[in-house]
C-alpha cells in the first residue's frame, strides 16, 4: 500500500465505464464513512487501473469540513490522502484483466461499455494466444453462452454505425446492424434498378432540395415525420425512427414544405399528407398560410392493425389522418368517401417503421390523377409511391435524407402491385 494525494490520481479518459449510479454513489459514500475502505484502488504510478467508483467515494468524503480521513485497515489515513495498490509493475494484460473485472462482470453499466471492453479483452488476450476463442472469453467473463459475448464483440466492431452505436439495448442493436446490412445489400442490388428504364426519379436529399429541382407536379402525396417523438415509441416496428420528430420542429418544417410545394406545383394541384390528427389543426392554418385551399377534415385511413399504447387501459391507434389540400380548384377524379378501409402492411413485410401499403397510395391517387401525371413524395421512406405510380401509370419524383430507406425504395422502383 502506498498514500498518494487524491487531487494527484488520473483517470483514463478510455476508461470502459462512463455512467455512475447516483443511488450506489451515495451508499458508498456512507459506507466507507461508517466502516471505512475494505479494498484498495489500484494504480500504476499515480493513473487509476481500478476502482473509479471508491475514488469518486473518497473524494466526496473530503469534501467534507468535519471529515478526518480515510480509514483503512483499522488506522485513519491523513486527510486529502488516499491509499492505493500499485500495480506499476503489471503487464497490460493483468491490467485489462482488473478492468474486466471492475466493469464487464457486473450489470449495472451501459451495454456499449461492457461490449467495448469485451472486445478489449478479446484482442488483448489473441495477441498473446491465437488460439484464444469466443468460448474461452466467454468462461473468462463468466458466462456460459459464448454466442453472447461473440454479438457483444462484433456490435462493438460497429459502433461507427450510429442506430447500432446509439441503441438502447443489445436486443435493438442486433436488430439495427441486420437493418443497416440488409438496407446495403439493396443498396447494391438496386443499382441496375435505378436506370433510364424507369421513368421514375429518386435522391437521397432533404424535401427542401426536391422540391427546388422538381417539374411542376400534379399531386404532392407523402408521410412526413408526424411530430409525436416517434423514437421514443417502442411499438412493433421492423425499423426504429431515428429522424428528429418534436412538435415545433416538425410544424416548422412542414411550413417550409408547404409553402415550396405550393410553389413548385402546376397551377391546378392536389396534397396528400399524412399526419398525426393532433397536429390537423395546426397543419390546416400552414398549409392555408402557404396558399393552399385545405379541405376542413382530415381524411381517414382505417386499418386492420394499429399501435397500442396502453393496452390496459384503452383502445389501439387502428385509423391515420391524411391532410387533402387543393391548388387552384383542381377538381377531384371522382366522389369518394373521407374514410376509407385499407389492411397494413404486415410486420414481416415491413421494410420502414412507417410503412404505408400501396392500396392507400392508389386510393388517394386515383382521387386526383390521369396517366401521365408527375406526383412527387419529398418523404418516401420504403418507396411506396413507385409501385403506386407503376400502378396508376404516373411518374413520381420522391426522396429521402436516410440512405438505408434510399436504398430499400430504389429496389422498388420497377415494382408493379400485384
Known sequence: MKLLPLDQIEVPTNRVRKVFDEKGHAELVQSIRDFGLFHLPIVRGNMLVSGERRLRACKALHTELDFPGIMYAGQPQAAGMMPVLDWDELDDETAMEVEIQENTIRTDIPWQEVASARRALLALRQSRNPEYSYPDLAAEVGTSRSTDVKEQVILADNFDIPAVRNAATLKDAKKALYRHQEAELKGLLGVTVDSAATPHTLRQTDAATLLAEVPPFDV???????????????????????????????????????????????????????????????????????????????????????????????????????????????????????????????KEGKEHAAQKPVGVYTNLLARSCVPGDLIIDPFCGSGTCFPAANALQLTAWAGDIDEASVNTARTRLAEVPA
Open 220 to 346: 404532392l402525396i407523402t408521410d412526413p415525420p408526424y411530430g409525436q417523438d416517434a423514437g421514443t415509441i417502442r411499438a412493433s416496428m421492423k425499423i426504429d425512427h431515428t429522424y428528429e420528430d418534436g412538435r415545433e420542429a416538425t410544424l416548422d418544417m412542414l411550413g417550409t414544405v408547404a409553402q415550396d410545394a405550393y410553389a413548385a406545383a402546376r397551377p391546378q394541384a392536389h396534397a396528400y399528407v399524412f399526419c398525426n390528427i393532433l397536429l390537423f389543426p395546426d397543419l390546416v392554418q400552414r398549409f392555408t398560410a402557404a396558399g393552399w385551399q385545405v379541405w376542413p377534415r382530415p381524411l381517414i385511413w382505417v386499418k386492420d392493425v394499429g399501435h397500442v399504447p396502453a393496452a390496459n387501459f384503452g383502445p389501439s391507434y387502428n385509423y391515420e389522418a391524411v391532410l387533402f389540400a387543393n391548388k387552384g380548384e383542381k377538381p377531384t377524379q371522382f366522389l369518394a368517401p373521407s374514410a376509407f378501409s385499407v389492411p397494413a402492411v404486415k
